[in-house]
T-cell receptor
Framework: DSGVTQTPKHLITATGQRVTLRCSPR?????VYWYQQSLDQGLQFLIQ???????AKGNILERFSAQQFPDLHSELNLSSLELGDSALYFC??????????????FGPGTRLTVL | AQSVTQLDSQVPVFEEAPVELRCNYS??????LFWYVQYPNQGLQLLLK??????LVKGINGFEAEFNKSQTSFHLRKPSVHISDTAEYFC??????????????FGKGTLLTVNP
């Protein structure tokens, strides 16, 4: 158990819909990272927050957004869903602002299926 | 730009045999290197990492990796695998830029299957 929790574990929805994925980092960790894992693209970095502020953006679509709240939990919002958004979404956390050499602790993931 | 190439998408081996999972990276600056493991239906877990110093890095579960700067490689090895090592293994590189680094780039993964 990494200490990172993600809800829900599974999510099934239809195209065009909007969903929210939730992540609670390990106690004491200030950084939250979101990743998307799919068969064709592999594991891709989406976005990072540190202590409530956006720190870095990766391959995140404009239809996706995220935020980190004062209690440090984070939410990833996916809207106008397409079939291709079906994937496993991971949240990770670390104590520091940067990912230089610090271990990121991964949650168990949310499996999103768009029908 | 940085990229990570895992040369084998699948590696089947027999129990107690040695294994090497290959990883090459491309970067014009110094990097930090990682190997993560993903067991079925679980998140990723850090196996080991190279930051600096000795090029041979030992990790959990008997795994080790060797950083080779001239060949830009970071291959993962284990002298004798167990059935429980069956999992997907990801090599990742983190760009070192004096403090503004924030992104891990992952390889496509190598599925290690250990057969009895």
């Amino acid at each position: 158990d990494s200490g990172v929790t993600q809800t829900p574990k599974h999510l099934i929805t239809a195209t065009g819909q909007r969903v929210t994925l939730r992540c609670s980092p390990r106690s004491g960790d200030l950084s939250v990272y979101w990743y998307q894992q799919s068969l064709d693209q592999g594991l891709q970095f989406l976005i990072q927050y540190y202590n409530g502020e956006e720190r870095a953006k990766g391959n995140i679509l404009e239809r996706f957004s995220a935020q980190q709240f004062p209690d440090l939990h984070s939410e990833l919002n996916l809207s106008s869903l397409e079939l291709g958004d079906s994937a496993l979404y991971f949240c990770a956390s670390s104590v520091d602002e940067t990912a230089n050499g610090n271990e990121q602790f991964f949650g168990p993931g949310t499996r999103l299926t768009v029908l | 730009a940085q990229s990570v190439t895992q040369l084998d998408s699948q590696v089947p081996v027999f129990e107690e045999a040695p294994v090497e999972l290959r990883c090459n990276y491309s970067s014009s600056v110094s990097v930090y290197l990682f190997w993560y493991v993903q067991y079925p239906n679980q998140g990723l877990q850090l196996l080991l990492k190279y930051l600096s110093g000795s090029t041979l890095v030992k990790g959990i579960n008997g795994f080790e990796a060797e950083f080779n700067k001239s060949q830009t490689s970071f291959h993962l090895r284990k002298p004798s695998v167990h059935i429980s090592d069956t999992a997907e293994y990801f090599c990742a590189v983190s760009l070192f830029s004096g403090g503004s680094n924030y992104k891990l780039t992952f390889g496509k993964g190598t599925l290690l299957t250990v057969n009895p």
